[in-house]
Every structure is written in structure tokens, then in C-alpha cells.
């Protein structure tokens, strides 16, 4: 009796880990669907369209943004300054650090952060990224951190 009691509950404990197990699995695999994405890019755009808020990001707006997300003023954004900015729970914080980190010394200078993506969204090169483009930009960009993350 006392033998059959521990080999069940040795088997219940092991099942317990599976399921656990497979549990990590499949929260890790999740990948974000388009719908979740797109939040992720309005969110986005509304936390750096913020002086003037018209809808545009100007690229001034952007370096005074990186000014003030520099708090301890050495010109560079670190990781931590950098999650202080899109949040400690954001999804894709590493990989989009990584993703602007071009020279991969753990910093963003404002060359990195702001003119590279400035450029890359302003597809028609005046002096306003809009909405429209900024969209473009980032749903592409989540898309294949998403599709590389886990
Ligand atoms: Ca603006
Ligand atoms: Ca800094
Ligand atoms: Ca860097």
C-alpha cells in the first residue's frame, strides 16, 4: 500500500513538471498577431508625438524626446534609460535596443536612435514623419522582431 502511495504521487509530481513544461513552451513560442502589433505601433507613436501633439513627428521633437529619456546626461541612452521609455514590460525592448544599436556598445547616441529611423521613415525626405509612415516603419519592423523573438 505504502509503495503504491509514493509511485503515484512520484508519477503526479512528474506530471505536474510536464505540464509546466509545456506550459514555458508555449508561452515562450507566442508569437503577436497583427492586431496586437498594431497596438504596439499606435502606442508607440502616441508616446513620441508629444510637442507639438499634431499628429507628426517632427525631428527636433524626436532629439528633445532623446534629451529627456537621457537622464543622466551623457549624451547616450542606455538600456535602462531605454525601458524607462517604452517600459519595463514592453515585449520587444531588447530586440528594438539591439535593433538601433548599430555599433552594439550597449548605448544609443542620438545618431542611432533618432537619425537612422527618422531616415528610414521618411520616405519622401522632407521634414515631418507622418503617421502614416511611421506605421509603415514600425508594423515591418515588430513584424520581424516578432518573428525572431522566442
Ligand atoms: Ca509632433
Ligand atoms: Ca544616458
Ligand atoms: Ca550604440
Redesign the pocket.
Known amino acids: 500500500m505504502q509503495n503504491s502511495v509514493s509511485i503515484y504521487l512520484e508519477f503526479e509530481q512528474k506530471m505536474k513538471l510536464m505540464v509546466f513544461a509545456s506550459l514555458a513552451v508555449i508561452v515562450l513560442g507566442q508569437h503577436l498577431n497583427t492586431h496586437e502589433l498594431q497596438q504596439l505601433v499606435d502606442a508607440g507613436f502616441v508616446s513620441l508625438d508629444v510637442n507639438p501633439k499634431d499628429n507628426l513627428l517632427e525631428y527636433d521633437e524626436l532629439v528633445t524626446l532623446f534629451n529627456q529619456k537621457?537622464?543622466?546626461?551623457?549624451g547616450?541612452?542606455?538600456m535602462t534609460?531605454f525601458q524607462a521609455h517604452v517600459g519595463a514590460d514592453f515585449l520587444f525592448a531588447e530586440p528594438l535596443f539591439n535593433n538601433y544599436d548599430v555599433n552594439k556598445d550597449q548605448k544609443l547616441s542620438v545618431q542611432e536612435f533618432v537619425d537612422n529611423a527618422y531616415h528610414a521613415m521618411n520616405t519622401n525626405g522632407d521634414t515631418q514623419v507622418t503617421r502614416h509612415e511611421f506605421d509603415h516603419y514600425y508594423t515591418q519592423l515588430l513584424h520581424h522582431l516578432n518573428q525572431h523573438h522566442g
Open positions: 537621457d537622464v543622466d546626461g551623457d547616450l541612452l542606455s534609460e
